[in-house]
């Protein structure tokens, strides 16, 4: 079992930075796959980001490609993003989520709102 917390969202103006936490008890980050989603206003939850430290793997949403970077802290069990250069369309409550594989993620966190504005 997993327990996720995130935190360090917040308003921001466009073109600024932002970094999201991912806190984790339970077992350790190593052990799964750990990924960002984000949810905007009437839209469906989206792909952000994903990593896998035992695999050094990682991929982004082409939308952020760039601008957004995942880490993984395993010693700290911690996840992050990194978000620069952020848009208005980047505004949406962003999650957490980790499993065993890439696609299939069992446990999510409760969410943190990321407001851009211009």
């Known amino acids: 079992q997993v327990q996720l917390v995130e935190s360090g969202g917040g308003l921001v103006q466009a073109g600024g930075s932002l970094r999201l936490s991912c806190a984790a008890s339970g077992r350790t980050f190593s052990m799964y796959a750990v990924a960002w989603f984000r949810q905007a206003p009437g839209k469906e939850r989206e792909f952000v980001a994903r990593t896998r430290w035992s695999e050094a793997s990682t991929s982004y949403a082409d939308s952020v490609k760039d601008r957004f970077t995942i880490s993984e802290d395993n010693a700290k069990n911690m996840l992050y993003l990194q978000m620069n250069s952020l848009k208005p369309e980047d505004t949406a409550v962003y999650y957490c989520?980790?499993?065993?594989?890439?696609?299939?993620?069992?446990?999510w966190g409760q969410g943190t709102q990321v407001t851009v504005f211009s």
């Open positions: 989520a980790a499993g065993t594989s890439f696609g299939e993620y069992q446990y």
